[in-house]
C-alpha cells in the first residue's frame, strides 16, 4: 500500500492548542500539590508531552519510555516490548503516562500492568488521541484531547515508518486503491 503524497489535516494548530491547554487545566487540578512524574511515551507523545508541561505551574519530573508494537505497518502486532526503560524509580510516586494515541489498546493494557509492577501511588492516564472503534481491549483515560474515527494518524509528533512527525497538525493518510 502507499499513501498519497499529501496527508490530510484532521485538527489544526489553534484546535491542538486548545485542547492542550483543557488538559493542562485538568491536571493541573488533579496534580498542584502532588509533584508528579509524567512519563511520556517515545516516540510519539513527545510533542505533545512538550506543549504540555510548559502549561504545568507546579513542582513535576519528566521521565520517558519506550515501547514497540507497531513496527513499520498501520497495525499493532500486539506483541508489545520495553525498548527503552524508565530512568528512575516511581514507587510510591504519582504517576501520570502522556500517550499519543490509544488505538487497540493492547500497548496501554501493556504498560499500564508494566507500571503497576513498580508500585506507584496512583496512576492515570492522558492520550492526545483515542480511537476506540479499533479497540481490542478496555483502556481508561483519564484525560483526552480527542476521540477520532478509524484514521491512520501522522503529525504532531505520531509517525508512520518515522515520516510525518513534524507536521504541526494532526494528520491522517488514506491507502491508495
Avoid at 109 to 127: E, G, I, N, Q, V
Avoid at 151 to 174: A, S
Wanted: charged share 25%; hydrophobic share 40%.
Amino acid at each position: 500500500m502507499s499513501i498519497q503524497p499529501e496527508p490530510k489535516v484532521l485538527f489544526g494548530c489553534k484546535e491542538i492548542e486548545t485542547a492542550v491547554s483543557r488538559l493542562a487545566a485538568e491536571i493541573r487540578g488533579d496534580y498542584h500539590d502532588k509533584h508528579p512524574v509524567l512519563i511520556g511515551v517515545l516516540k510519539g507523545a513527545f510533542v505533545f508531552l512538550a506543549d504540555l508541561v510548559r502549561l504545568l505551574d507546579f513542582p513535576l519530573e519528566v521521565e520517558f519510555i519506550m515501547l514497540a508494537s507497531y513496527g513499520k505497518g498501520q497495525a499493532s502486532s500486539g506483541n508489545v516490548k520495553v525498548i527503552q526503560e524508565l530512568g528512575s524509580n516511581i514507587l510510591g510516586r504519582h504517576v501520570l503516562i502522556i500517550e499519543d494515541i490509544v488505538d487497540s489498546g493492547l500497548t496501554t493494557t501493556f504498560l499500564l500492568d508494566y507500571l503497576w509492577k513498580k508500585k506507584p501511588t496512583s496512576l492515570k492516564l492522558c492520550a492526545m488521541l483515542d480511537k476506540p472503534s479499533r479497540r481490542r481491549t478496555p483502556v481508561n483515560i483519564d484525560y483526552l484531547g480527542f476521540t477520532i474515527s478509524d484514521k491512520f494518524i501522522v503529525g504532531y509528533g505520531i509517525d508512520w515508518g518515522e515520516k510525518f512527525r513534524n507536521l504541526p497538525n494532526i494528520c491522517f493518510v488514506e491507502a491508495e486503491d
